[in-house]
C-alpha cells in the first residue's frame, strides 16, 4: 500500500450539473455520488455487478456505478435517479412505479428505474420478454418482480405522451 | 363535511412511503453522515474452526489514518458474553462479538480496524495478522451430534437443546393402521433472504452523557438492546437505537447486534467519535446470518384404510451454526404449526438443535414453521403415491375442516379460521387443474417429465413468547405487546408513533388508514413516523418487525392510542362544545378535521383541541388537566403461560393460509426445473389494504421459489462457503421468476380486533409446491424429492441414482383392511 495516493482530476455533469472534482484512483463512481456528490439513491447492494441497486446511466446508457472507477466517469454525463423528477414533477417512470405497487422498501428502486429509463425512452410498447431482459441485471427482494412488469408496461404506455 | 364516514381498512390506499422513496430521497442508514465519523472494518476467519494461535495488529496501527483496533481477547475483558437464551448445556456457550480463543466459522470476526475512511480501514484490515491452528470442522448437524470435534469446550457439547413433543397415543394408531409409511431421511437446506441492504450501523458511545447511540437498520431493536445492555453491562436505557427506511430484512437483520456491540466498544477506544460499519455483500452472505437447516430421520406415518394420517413419529434435527443467538426459539417455535394444516392428534417428534462450523442462523422469513410445514407436505405426498390416491384427494381427506375452526391442535394451538378446501378449489380454477392433468398425461406420453405440486401452508403470527419456556423453563417471557402513541400536536397534526420497525411492509399507510377510520378523517391527515426509535417510548420488550403480526399487534396497538385520544378529544370538545358527548361529530370541515355538536351546530378544529391543551391551558377546567391529546397505549396478547412439562398451549394469535399449486417441467436435455404455471392463494382474513398483501403475496413467493431452484447457501466438507457473492448464490431475478396468479379468500380472525390476520412471511409455501410438482414429475423414475433444494446438479445425482432413491428411502407397510 503506498503511503500518499495522488489524485486524479476530473469533470463530469451529474443530473445536468457540471462537477470539477479531484478523486482518488480506486474511487468507485457509486463512492463517487454517494460519499462527494451526497446522491444517496444511488445504492450498494451486491458489490459484484449482480444486483443493480447501483444503476446509473451513463452518456444515456445503463452502467452498474459499484463497477467503474469515478476516473473512468471523466468528461461523461451521469443520470442518476435525483435527476428524473423535474420541476419537483415525478416523472413517468417514478409515477408508474408507485401507481403499480412496483416497490416495497424501496431500495433497489433508483436502480430499477433507471434500467427502465434506458428500455422506455426508446420502446414504447416492450414486450414481456423485453421488459425481462431489461432488468435481468436489477435484483429485487421485495417485489417477486410481479408489480414491477406492471410499472414497466405502464411507465411505457406514460412515455408515449410524455 | 367530508369525512363522510368512509372507511379506509380494506381499500387500495397508496402508499405513504412511495414519495420519498420514488424520488431517491428514502433516509437508509448508510445515507447517514454524522461529524467526525469513523469507519470500521472487520479481519475475518478463512477458517471454519481453528485455534487463534495470534493475533498481530501493529502493522495495521502503522498505517496513517488508522485510529485504533479491537480484539476479541480486549472485548471478553470489558464485557459479559451475550445472553444464550438455551439451558445447560447450550447456556453454556461463551458468545462474544469477536473471536475469543478460537474461531468456529468461515468469516467469523477476529478483530476490527478503525480509520478515517473506509478504504483506509479496509487497507488496514489487510495488515492485521492471525495465525491459526486449524481444527477439525463439522460441516452437517448429525455428524455434530456425535461430538467427536467439539465447537464450543464450555458447553462440552454441540447439542444445544433436545426435547419430546408427544401428543395422543402413537403406539396405538399404529397398531390400528391400515397402512405405515416410512421414510428414512429427508433434507431442509440453508439459505437466505439475503435484503438487498446489507446490514449497516453507525455506533457511538458518548462520554458527555455516557449513552450510546446507534443509526442502523437493525429489524428488531428491543431484542438487540436487551442483548446488548447486558453485554455492555450499561443501564438499558443507556441505550438508543433509531431506525430509518430499511431495505429489506425478512428477520435476517435481527441479529446484528454483535457488530452493533463492535461499533459502541470501538467508538469509546476512539474516544466517542461515532463508527460506521456497512457490510460487504459477501460478509452478508457469510456472516451474517442464514436460514435454520434441518434433517427429518426415521419418520413413520400411520394410516387408515381411507389413506387418512392418524398418527405420525419422527426425529428432527436443526442446524443452528457455530451460534445459537436467537437460537433455540426455533427448537419450539415449528410446534406454532405442529400438524401443518391436517387433522392427525397423534404424533411424537424428537427434536434435536446441533451448532456446526458454518455461519450462524437467524429468523428467516418463514422461521422454524417452514422447514416443518416442508416436512408435512413431503410426508402427505409421498404417502398419497405409496397409498395410490391423487395428491388433491390426499389433502381434501386430511385437511382439517372449516367447520371445525376454531381448531385446536394437539399440542393445544388455536386456529382461528380458515378453509383450505375452497382455497384448493380457487386454486384449482385458476390455474386450471383439470387442462394441465391432461397435458401432463400428453407430456408423459411424449417421454416429458412434467409434474402438479400442491402446496398448503400457514404462516402463523403473533407468538406468545411463553413459548420460550418450553425450551428454557427459566425464560423471563411469556405474551406480546407491542405500543403506540397517537397525538395532536401543538398545531393539531395528527401524529401516530409505533413502536415496529418496517422494511417495505407499509405500515405507515396501514396505520394512516386505521386512525383515519377512527377519527372519520382521511389518511393524507395522519403523520406516521418513519422507522423506529428507543426514544418515543412505545416500544415494549417485544417490538421490532418480525414474526408476521403488525396487522395485529401493530395496528391493535395503534387502533388502542388513537381510541384513547378519540375518548379524550369527545371529554374536551363536548366541554368547549357545550354538547352532550354522544351529540358529537368527528369530520372535517371547512378550516381542516374537526369535532361538531350535532345539537347546537357548534365545532372546534383540531387546532383549537392542541391549542387549548397545549398552550392555552388557563381556559381548562382542573377536571380536564388530565387530557392531554396524547395517548400512549400498549396493547397485549391475550395469552397464557403454556404448560412447559406437556409442551402444550396456545402459541400464536393467528394462523393465515396460504395454498399454492405450480406445473413444473424437467428439462429432458438440461434437467433444468422450469416453471411453467404458478398460482397462490391467500387468506390472511380481513385485507387492510389488498396490494400491500398482494405484494407480500408476490415476494413471499419469489423467496420461495428461489429457495427452491436457485438460492442455497453450500459448504464443502471443511467448512468453506461457496456462494459467498450474488453471483454465486444466484437471488432470484426477472429472468427466473415466474408470472404468478394471485388468488385470495378471507376468513376474518376472532382473535383480532380487526379480523385482520398477520401475513408476510408466507409459509415458503412455493418450497413445498415446487418440491411436490418435482416428485410428481418424477416418481416414475423411483426419484424421491428429499431435499428442499433442487437444481439440475441434484435432479441429474437422483436419476443417476446417487441419491433420493424411492426404493431405498420409502417403505410401505400394507396391512389387511386396507382399502387404499
Known amino acids: 500500500m503506498p503511503e500518499t495516493i495522488d489524485k486524479v482530476a476530473i469533470q463530469l455533469k451529474v443530473n445536468g450539473k457540471l462537477y470539477s472534482l479531484a478523486v482518488e484512483p480506486r474511487t468507485l463512481l457509486v463512492e463517487l455520488l454517494r460519499e462527494e456528490l451526497n446522491l444517496t439513491g444511488t445504492h450498494v447492494g451486491c458489490d459484484t455487478t449482480y444486483c443493480g441497486a447501483c444503476t446509473v446511466l451513463l452518456n444515456g446508457a445503463s452502467v452498474k456505478s459499484c463497477t467503474m472507477f469515478a476516473v473512468q466517469a471523466d468528461g461523461a454525463e451521469i443520470l442518476t435517479v435525483e435527476g428524473l423528477a423535474k420541476d419537483g414533477k415525478l416523472h413517468p417512470i417514478q409515477k408508474a412505479f408507485g401507481d403499480s405497487y412496483g416497490l416495497q422498501c424501496g431500495y433497489c428502486t433508483p436502480g430499477l428505474m433507471l434500467s427502465t429509463f434506458q428500455l422506455v425512452t426508446k420502446n414504447h410498447e416492450p414486450s414481456e420478454n423485453e421488459i425481462r431482459k431489461a432488468i435481468a441485471g436489477n435484483t429485487c427482494r421485495c417485489t417477486g418482480y410481479q408489480n414491477i412488469f406492471k410499472a414497466i408496461r405502464l411507465a411505457a404506455q406514460n412515455m408515449k405522451g410524455a | ?820
Open chain 2, 1 to 820: 363535511m367530508s369525512g363522510n364516514g368512509q372507511k379506509w381498512v380494506g381499500k387500495a390506499v397508496p402508499r405513504k412511503e412511495e414519495e420519498r422513496l420514488l424520488r431517491g430521497l428514502g433516509k437508509f442508514a448508510d445515507d447517514i453522515k454524522l461529524h467526525e465519523t469513523l469507519y470500521l472494518r472487520f479481519v475475518r476467519s478463512p477458517y471454519a474452526h481453528a485455534k487463534i494461535a495470534n493475533i498481530s495488529t501493529a502493522e495495521a496501527e502503522k498505517i496513517p489514518g488508522v485510529v485504533c483496533t479491537l480484539t476479541g481477547a480486549e472485548i471478553a475483558s470489558q464485557t459479559q458474553p451475550f445472553i444464550e437464551i438455551a439451558p445447560d448445556a447450550g447456556g453454556k456457550i461463551r458468545d462474544y462479538p469477536l473471536a475469543v480463543s478460537k474461531v468456529r466459522y468461515q468469516g467469523e470476526p477476529v478483530a476490527a480496524v478503525v480509520a478515517m475512511s473506509a478504504a483506509i480501514a479496509d487497507d488496514g484490515a489487510e495488515a492485521v495478522q492471525v495465525d491459526y491452528e486449524a481444527l477439525d470442522p463439522v460441516v452437517d448437524a448429525e455428524q455434530a451430534l456425535t461430538d467427536a470435534s467439539i465447537l464450543h469446550e464450555d458447553a462440552g457439547t454441540n447439542k444445544v437443546w433436545n426435547g419430546v413433543f408427544e401428543y395422543g397415543d402413537v403406539e396405538k394408531a399404529f397398531r390400528e393402521a391400515a397402512s405405515v409409511v416410512e421414510i428414512d431421511r429427508m433434507h431442509f437446506h440453508r439459505f437466505s433472504s439475503t435484503p438487498l441492504e446489507n446490514n449497516v450501523v453507525i455506533g457511538q458511545w458518548d462520554p458527555k452523557d455516557e449513552r450510546i447511540y446507534y443509526w442502523c437498520n437493525n429489524s428488531f431493536p428491543s431484542f438487540a438492546i436487551q442483548f446488548l445492555a447486558a453485554h455492555l453491562n450499561v443501564h438499558i436505557d443507556r441505550i438508543r437505537v433509531q431506525t430509518f427506511d430499511i431495505g429489506g430484512s425478512f428477520g435476517i437483520k435481527i441479529t446484528s447486534y454483535p457488530q452493533m456491540a463492535v461499533c459502541a466498544l470501538a467508538s469509546k477506544k476512539a474516544g466517542g467519535r461515532p463508527i460506521k460499519w456497512v457490510e460487504t455483500r459477501s460478509e452478508h452472505m457469510t456472516s451474517s446470518a442464514h436460514g435454520n437447516e434441518r434433517t427429518f430421520r426415521d419418520t413413520r406415518v400411520a394410516l387408515d384404510e381411507n389413506g387418512v394420517i392418524t398418527a405420525l413419529t419422527s426425529r428432527h434435527i436443526d442446524d443452528c451454526g457455530a451460534y445459537p443467538r436467537y437460537e433455540p426459539l426455533g427448537c419450539v417455535i415449528w410446534s406454532q404449526v405442529f400438524p401443518g394444516v391436517y387433522r392427525f392428534k397423534n404424533a411424537r417428534i424428537d427434536f434435536s438443535q446441533a451448532v456446526t462450523n458454518k455461519c450462524p442462523v437467524g429468523p428467516n422469513r418463514g422461521y422454524s414453521r417452514m422447514q416443518h410445514l416442508w416436512f408435512l407436505e413431503r410426508v402427505v405426498d409421498i404417502c398419497a403415491h405409496e397409498l395410490g390416491i391423487p395428491a388433491d384427494e390426499m389433502r381434501l381427506r386430511n385437511y382439517i375442516r372449516p367447520q371445525e375452526f376454531p381448531y385446536t391442535t394437539p399440542n393445544g394451538c388455536v386456529y382461528d379460521s380458515g378453509n383450505y378446501p375452497k382455497m384448493l378449489d380457487l386454486a384449482k380454477g385458476l390455474i386450471g387443474w383439470d387442462a394441465w392433468k391432461k397435458k401432463q398425461a400428453e407430456a408423459r406420453k411424449q417421454g416429458r417429465m412434467v409434474g402438479i405440486g400442491i402446496g398448503t401452508t400457514l404462516d402463523s403470527g403473533t407468538n406468545n413468547f411463553g413459548q420460550s419456556q418450553i425450551v428454557n423453563p427459566g425464560a423471563p417471557f411469556s405474551g406480546n405487546s407491542q405500543g403506540a402513541n397517537c397525538k395532536l400536536d401543538i398545531y393539531g397534526e395528527v401524529v401516530v408513533a409505533v413502536g415496529s420497525c418496517p422494511q417495505g411492509q407499509g405500515h405507515e399507510t396501514t396505520a394512516a388508514q386505521v386512525v383515519a377510520d377512527v377519527l372519520n378523517i382521511t389518511p393524507d391527515l395522519v403523520t406516521v413516523r418513519t422507522g423506529f426509535d428507543t426514544e418515543r417510548n412505545v416500544h415494549t420488550g417485544f417490538s421490532g418487525t418480525y414474526a408476521s403480526q403488525f396487522a395485529v399487534s401493530g395496528l391493535s396497538a395503534v387502533h388502542g392510542a388513537a381510541q384513547k385520544l378519540k375518548a379524550e378529544m369527545i371529554r374536551l370538545g363536548a366541554h368547549v362544545l357545550e354538547s352532550k358527548p354522544e351529540d358529537l361529530d368527528f369530520g372535517i370541515g371547512g378550516q381542516g378535521p374537526e369535532i361538531r355538536s350535532k345539537s347546537n351546530g357548534k365545532s372546534i378544529n383540531y387546532w383549537g383541541l392542541a391549542n387549548i391543551v397545549n398552550v392555552n391551558s388557563a381556559v381548562l377546567p382542573p377536571e380536564l388537566y388530565e387530557v392531554t391529546l396524547n395517548c400512549r397505549y400498549i396493547w397485549r396478547a391475550p395469552f397464557k403461560v403454556p404448560d412447559i412439562k406437556k409442551k402444550y398451549g396456545n402459541l400464536t394469535m393467528t394462523y393465515a393460509s396460504q395454498l399454492h399449486i405450480a406445473v413444473v417441467e424437467v428439462d429432458r436435455d438440461t434437467l433444468i426445473p422450469k416453471i411453467l404455471d404458478y398460482v397462490a392463494i391467500d387468506d390472511c382474513g380481513t385485507v387492510i389494504n389488498p396490494p400491500i398483501v398482494e405484494g407480500q403475496v408476490y415476494g413471499a413467493t419469489a423467496h420461495g421459489i428461489g429457495a427452491a431452484l436457485l438460492e442455497n447457501c453450500v459448504y464443502d466438507e471443511v467448512g468453506n462457503m461457496l456462494t459467498s457473492t450474488f453471483s454465486d448464490y444466484i437471488p432470484i431475478t426477472a429472468m427466473n421468476m415466474p408470472n404468478v396468479k394471485y388468488g385470495h379468500i378471507e376468513t376474518p380472525s376472532p382473535h383480532s380486533y380487526s379480523g385482520a390476520k398477520g401475513m408476510g412471511e408466507g409459509g415458503a409455501a412455493p418450497i413445498h409446491t415446487i418440491s411436490a410438482a418435482l416428485q410428481d414429475a418424477l416418481f416414475d423414475k423411483g426419484v424421491f424429492i428429499q431435499d428442499s433444494f433442487n437444481n439440475a446438479d441434484s435432479l441429474f445425482r437422483a436419476l443417476h441414482g446417487e441419491i433420493g432413491q424411492t426404493a431405498k428411502l420409502v417403505k410401505v407397510e400394507r396391512r389387511v383392511g386396507s382399502k387404499a
